[in-house]
């Protein structure tokens, strides 16, 4: 079976600390992988999509590794600040199909 | 360049109810997926249309059935509603490649 998990679901940390968030899949046969942010009540914001190709995408702040053997990718965010703080997603297309499978999010607070 | 929208954004419909979603993707994408979140089962993608096609289609009943017009807009609709659908209903949209835009999301409440 296709899944994708989120560990931890929760994360709390001081201001300024850099942070790295993990999404584990079980097959290792994908197509992309996407993260995506969410804010309470509100649609969800492309932060990086890697391609199968790709060992890791950077935007800023952010790095988004992935490393397909182990079955995992990671979100690397450096200097956090209050306004960081959401539910982000990881979300994965496997080469079978054409749909995305998202983990169940990690909620990060980043305190002042 | 507007982003993803979707209509309405709040909705209350009472069980046995039917009800339609609507979404308007960016300028020039043709595909449109739409996904369904709860608190207890997460994203959950239902469907995918591209070209007016039904290209991907996830688990869920019958009742859920979606379409999508010439301009590539797209609706979904779901009839004999249960407690269970109050949900965020997303859809996102894309060009051709892989990656996807989301819209903020219609909160449906059934009562």
């Known amino acids: 079976k296709q899944e994708v998990t989120q560990i931890p679901a929760a994360l709390s940390v001081p201001e300024g600390e850099n942070l790295v968030l993990n999404c584990s899949f079980t097959d290792s046969a994908i197509y992309n992988l996407q993260w995506f942010r969410q804010d309470p009540g509100k649609g969800l914001t492309s932060l990086l999509l890697?391609?199968?190709?790709?060992r890791e995408q950077t935007s800023g702040r952010l790095n988004a590794s992935l490393d397909k053997s182990s079955g995992r990718s990671t979100l690397y965010i450096a200097a956090s600040q209050p306004g960081d703080s959401a539910t982000y997603l990881c979300a994965v297309v496997w080469n079978t199909g054409n749909q995305f499978y998202f983990g169940t999010g990690t909620s990060l607070t980043v305190i002042p | 360049k507007a982003g993803v929208t979707q209509t309405p954004r709040y909705l209350i419909k009472t069980r046995g109810q039917q009800v339609t979603l609507s979404c308007s993707p960016i300028?020039?994408?043709?595909?449109v997926s739409w996904y369904q979140q709860t608190p207890g089962q997460g994203l959950q993608f239902l469907f995918e249309y591209f070209s007016e096609t039904q290209r991907n289609k996830g688990n869920f009943p019958g009742r859920f059935s979606g379409r999508q017009f010439s301009n590539s807009r797209s609706e979904m609709n779901v009839s004999t509603l249960e407690l269970g659908d109050s949900a965020l209903y997303l859809c996102a949209s894309s060009r051709t490649g892989p990656e996807q835009y989301f819209g903020p999301g219609t909160r449906l409440t059934v009562t």
């Open positions: 300028s020039g994408h043709r595909s």
């Open positions: 890697i391609q199968s190709s790709q």
